[in-house]
């Protein structure tokens, strides 16, 4: 768990050009009212085209929102996963 609603797998330390760091999950979801939100998005090489076969959603920053999960294409939710937390764990 990461805080009291992220559910989190891996983890990676980060560090803004501000000086603010920290530690945080490498993938994770959590299961908020009205939406399901998916940290996932890092811009991995790729990313755009897998996004514009998933369904619907929406994206902002490193986070995709979607309201069920009929409503996105399950297969390519999984590949979205897999390539975001393999290009986040070479990349930190």
């Not at 560090?15 to 994770?28: A, M, P």
């Not at 755009?48 to 939710?77: P, S």
Request: charged fraction near 25%; include cysteine.
């Amino acid at each position: 768990m990461w805080g009291p609603a992220i559910i989190g797998f891996g983890s990676y330390h980060y560090k803004y050009d501000s000086g603010r760091e920290g530690d945080i999950c490498t993938i994770g979801f959590s299961p908020r009212k009205g939406k399901i939100t998916l940290y996932v998005l890092c811009g991995f090489p790729g990313q755009e085209q897998v996004l514009e076969k998933l369904g619907k959603y929406k994206a902002e920053g490193g986070c995709l929102y979607i309201k069920k999960v009929t409503d996105v294409n399950v297969d390519v939710l999984e590949s979205l996963i897999k390539q975001s937390f393999e290009f986040k764990a070479k990349s930190h």
